[in-house]
């Protein structure tokens, strides 16, 4: 919660001050049965910061390349100005070298996909999923010194087949907690009706 103050009370209610001691600055009074809830809340309280500061700050141009291409509406960081497109697959980023921030749409088989088409410097080093679970874990590119965490959501797109969105980030030299939470949040912005 980068401009944010949580002040933690005894009384089970959340209370937001907006711009209180600076600005932009968001001050929540919080509590919760405890710590664990607590940050359950945060969490999600966060997440939905990055969903509505995407409402004002997204790439219409990438937007409709997805609806294009697998018919889902979904809303893009602003950066993302990079495209590659395969055969049910989508792989877009910003392509910076502070902090490259991707997002992988596809059909049939993430590992397969990204095998296929995310490859290192030769074709023997292609990137992989080390700990893949539901919605989050990490990546690295085999056969290379490259990796980062991963999100993901697998849906059913309109006609009913298995469609996978992955977000990553590669950002060697810093940390990669915003990065991630920022792509995390498009996840929660993927509907089929209209914009």
């Keep these: 919660m980068a401009h944010s103050i949580v002040i933690h ?19 929540i009074h919080a509590s919760a049965g405890d710590s664990l809830q607590l940050r359950k809340d945060l969490k999600r309280f966060e997440l939905y910061c990055e969903a509505k500061r995407l409402q004002t700050y997204h790439n219409p141009k990438m937007e409709r ?25 989508l792989w877009l980023s910003n392509n910076s070298a502070a902090g490259m921030k991707n997002v992988v749409i596809c059909r049939g088989n ?14 023997d080093m292609y990137m992989k999923r ?3 679970c539901k919605n989050s874990g990490l990546w690295e590119m085999k056969g290379d010194a490259m990796g980062g965490p991963y999100r993901m959501r697998q849906i059913k797109d309109g006609k009913q087949r298995d469609l ?3 977000t990553f980030v590669y950002a060697p030299s810093m940390k990669k907690r915003n990065l991630i939470q920022q792509l995390e949040a498009v996840l929660y912005t993927i509907n089929y009706g209209r914009k």
Excluded at 9 to 27: F, H, W
């Design 9 to 27: 009370q005894a009384k089970g209610t959340y209370r937001i001050q907006r711009n209180l001691y600076a600005q932009p600055q968001i001050v």
């Design 65 to 89: 390349l997805v609806k294009q291409t697998f018919g889902i509406n979904i809303l893009l960081p602003v950066d993302m100005n990079s495209s590659m497109k395969k055969k049910d697959f």
């Design 110 to 123: 993430i590992d397969k996909m990204l095998a296929n088409y995310l490859k290192g410097e030769t074709d």
């Design 130 to 132: 080390i700990t893949p």
């Design 164 to 166: 996978t969105i992955l």
